[in-house]
């Protein structure tokens, strides 16, 4: 089943996140073809792991449930990722101190890292708000290519690069000709080097497509890595993205391969412009053009066109995982505020297209509300076919993996959750997880006079700061006569995972799954070991 989701950000004339609308509210289109929407959830950040802090289902013989402290488990996490690859050194001062100030009022339950494009100064997530500032302070450009004479006379940006090389743009190779021309052939008869000047702008351009694309690939490649590991934090997941935005040309299959993990993974991407109110250099008096007086003003459309088309692909990481996209602003104060915030309210529509290709082609996708009028709309503009079939056992193996790592508990099976833990030692512990199932309520499938189905069990701890600490897996095969369903697991059996681990604070999440119904439950627990 080739099953898509659409994360969907529904405002009102001030701003405000809607909440309380249900399936039958919404429209959905490929391709401007109607689709059925067959899944549907309401999202409210946090308020699963909250509710999980809460919950103290943890015995001890020696110690009563009600004398131990509530666990301090962390509820949301927030992934500042910095593109010091294509940021320049003022922009990154403005928004480092600007990172800095914001992350020192995060809540005791909050924990931040901070990763950037170019691998270098990263911090995993930690609520050690020192270690936090000292990273940031060490935050510098790292561009690929290094920097480049600012007196350089013939230059080929990474914007019309794309349109000569990949465009095949008759006017920006014309523009590019007679800077060739000006700068490097001047004083010599057109006729007679025309070609080497072509050659130059080739080789030029080439050289700077190159460059820019390979920029662009690390930068997706790294928002890539943090979506993973955003995607194994058990809480609120929100990624901060801050850069001056940067081309995607023919790279849309890389950008949608984030914005499906990101919406699987329930990650919120905020994307914040660092460039804040933004003046192309063509409007900078301090700022020298090109030496050829015949083509300043196409330079300068070019930078506007460039500037705009650099913080499309902002808006569109935003747009599709139910974030903020900040902008044409130098309140960075603000920004960080609104781009660390996801939505109160946000909806995930589920749909499975009819007769979809494999041909990994491009589908269009428009997402509206049937009333009240005058509501925006904020959900991504596609997605791609897939190029083969799924597997089935790789399917199922995700779906596990998915819900284990997910923030939300489903009850679509009879589980209970219950954890006790024996203390050995002052500094030594035995935790153990205890998965309760109703047999008689699962869907089984009788064959031979048999009850047959199939269940993984998935238990796992996570510490304090969200990192695992250990995850098993057991799996139950039941082919059972009814007179054993009947007698013998009237009461329902009971899966027991134990732990070894030292005292803190832990959060256990349990994930069931059947085989034959191919439903999932997920359940939180919140322990405290003193």
Same mark, same amino acid.
Do not use: W
């Given at each position: 089943?080739?099953?898509?989701?659409?994360?969907?950000?529904?405002?009102?004339?001030?701003?405000?996140?809607?909440?309380?609308?249900?399936?039958?509210?919404?429209?959905?289109?490929?391709?401007?073809?109607?689709?059925?929407?067959?899944?549907? #959830?309401?999202?409210?950040?946090?308020?699963?792991?909250?509710?999980?802090?809460?919950?103290?289902?943890?015995?001890?013989?020696?110690?009563?449930?009600?004398?131990?402290?509530?666990?301090?488990?962390?509820?949301?996490?927030?992934?500042?990722?910095?593109?010091?690859?294509?940021?320049?050194?003022?922009?990154?001062?403005?928004?480092?101190?600007?990172?800095?100030?914001?992350?020192?009022?995060?809540?005791?339950?909050?924990?931040?890292?901070?990763?950037?494009?170019?691998?270098?100064?990263?911090? =995993?997530?930690?609520?050690?708000?020192?270690?936090?500032?000292?990273?940031?302070?060490?935050?510098?450009?790292?561009?690929?290519?290094?920097?480049?004479?600012?007196?350089?006379?013939?230059?080929?940006?990474?914007?019309?690069?794309?349109?000569?090389?990949?465009?095949?743009?008759?006017?920006?190779?014309?523009?590019?000709?007679?800077?060739?021309?000006?700068?490097?052939?001047?004083?010599?008869?057109?006729?007679? /080097?025309?070609?080497?000047?072509?050659?130059?702008?080739?080789?030029?351009? &080439?050289?700077?497509?190159?460059?820019?694309?390979?920029?662009?690939?690390?930068?997706?490649?790294?928002?890539?890595?943090?979506?993973?590991?955003?995607?194994?934090?058990?809480?609120?997941?929100?990624?901060?993205?801050?850069?001056?935005?940067?081309?995607?040309?023919?790279?849309?299959?890389?950008? #949608?391969?984030?914005?499906?993990?990101?919406?699987?993974?329930? /990650?919120?991407?905020?994307?914040? =412009?660092?460039?804040?109110?933004?003046?192309?250099?063509?409007?900078?008096?301090?700022?020298?053009?090109?030496?050829?007086?015949?083509?300043?003003?196409?330079?300068?459309? &070019?930078?506007?066109?460039?500037?705009?088309?650099?913080?499309?692909?902002?808006?569109?990481?935003?747009?599709?995982?139910?974030?903020?996209?900040?902008?044409?602003?130098?309140?960075?104060?603000?920004?960080?505020?609104?781009?660390?915030?996801?939505?109160?309210?946000? &909806?995930?529509?589920?749909?499975?297209?009819?007769?979809?290709?494999?041909?990994?082609?491009?589908?269009?996708?428009?997402?509206? /509300?049937?009333?009240?009028?005058?509501?925006?709309?904020?959900?991504?503009?596609?997605?791609?076919?897939?190029?083969?079939?799924?597997?089935?056992?790789?399917?199922?193996?995700?779906?596990?993996?998915?819900?284990?790592? #997910?923030?939300?508990?489903?009850?679509?099976?009879?589980?209970?959750?219950?954890?006790?833990?024996?203390?050995?030692?002052?500094?030594?512990?035995?935790?153990?997880?205890?998965?309760?199932?109703?047999?008689?309520?699962?869907?089984?499938?009788?064959?031979?006079?048999?009850?047959?189905?199939?269940?993984?069990?998935?238990?796992?701890?996570?510490?304090?700061?969200?990192?695992?600490?250990?995850?098993?897996?057991?799996?139950?095969?039941?082919?059972?006569?009814?007179?054993?369903?009947?007698?013998?697991?009237?009461?329902?059996?009971?899966?027991?995972?134990?732990? =070894?681990?030292?005292?803190?604070? &832990?959060?256990?999440?349990?994930?069931?799954?059947?085989?034959?119904?191919?439903?999932? #439950?997920?359940?939180?627990?919140?322990?405290?070991?003193?």
């Amino acid at each position: 089943m080739n099953l898509v989701l659409v994360r969907v950000v529904v405002r009102d004339s001030k701003g405000q996140p809607v909440g309380n609308l249900h399936k039958e509210d919404f429209q959905l289109f490929d391709n401007r073809k109607a689709q059925s929407i067959t899944q549907f #959830s309401e999202e409210q950040p946090g308020a699963q792991t909250a509710a999980a802090r809460a919950k103290l289902n943890t015995s001890e013989e020696s110690v009563p449930a009600e004398t131990i402290k509530p666990p301090d488990v962390a509820e949301r996490y927030i992934a500042y990722l910095f593109d010091d690859v294509h940021l320049d050194l003022g922009d990154l001062m403005q928004v480092r101190n600007a990172a800095d100030r914001h992350i020192a009022k995060l809540r005791p339950t909050d924990r931040a890292a901070i990763f950037t494009t170019s691998g270098q100064n990263v911090l =995993d997530f930690t609520d050690d708000h020192a270690k936090l500032h000292e990273t940031l302070l060490a935050l510098l450009p790292r561009p690929i290519a290094g920097v480049g004479s600012v007196n350089e006379c013939f230059t080929i940006s990474y914007y019309v690069a794309d349109l000569i090389e990949n465009k095949r743009d008759l006017q920006a190779n014309a523009v590019a000709l007679q800077d060739a021309l000006t700068c490097n052939f001047q004083g010599m008869p057109v006729a007679q /080097v025309q070609a080497a000047a072509q050659s130059l702008v080739d080789a030029t351009a &080439y050289q700077a497509l190159d460059l820019g694309q390979h920029e662009s690939h690390v930068t997706l490649g790294v928002l890539n890595a943090v979506i993973r590991r955003m995607s194994v934090m058990p809480g609120q997941r929100s990624v901060v993205f801050v850069s001056p935005g940067f081309l995607t040309p023919q790279m849309e299959f890389e950008y #949608s391969e984030a914005i499906d993990r990101a919406v699987r993974s329930q /990650v919120t991407i905020g994307t914040l =412009d660092a460039r804040g109110l933004y003046v192309p250099p063509g409007f900078d008096a301090s700022i020298p053009g090109p030496g050829n007086l015949l083509t300043q003003g196409q330079h300068t459309m &070019y930078d506007v066109s460039a500037a705009s088309a650099n913080a499309d692909i902002l808006s569109v990481l935003a747009d599709a995982t139910g974030g903020f996209f900040f902008h044409n602003s130098n309140d960075l104060d603000e920004g960080f505020q609104r781009v660390a915030s996801a939505p109160a309210y946000s &909806y995930v529509l589920g749909f499975s297209p009819q007769n979809l290709k494999l041909d990994g082609s491009f589908h269009s996708l428009k997402v509206g /509300v049937k009333s009240p009028p005058k509501l925006e709309v904020q959900a991504r503009r596609g997605y791609f076919a897939p190029k083969h079939a799924a597997d089935p056992a790789q399917e199922a193996k995700q779906e596990i993996e998915d819900a284990l790592f #997910s923030q939300e508990e489903v009850h679509s099976l009879p589980v209970e959750l219950h954890t006790q833990f024996f203390k050995s030692g002052e500094t030594d512990a035995k935790l153990t997880v205890l998965a309760h199932i109703d047999v008689r309520r699962l869907r089984l499938h009788k064959a031979d006079g048999r009850n047959n189905d199939e269940l993984t069990v998935v238990s796992a701890l996570f510490n304090g700061n969200g990192n695992l600490v250990q995850g098993l897996q057991k799996t139950v095969t039941m082919h059972l006569k009814d007179e054993t369903l009947a007698t013998k697991l009237g009461s329902g059996i009971t899966v027991k995972t134990s732990f =070894d681990v030292k005292p803190g604070s &832990y959060l256990v999440r349990l994930v069931v799954r059947d085989a034959e119904a191919q439903l999932v #439950s997920a359940e939180n627990g919140a322990v405290r070991i003193p």
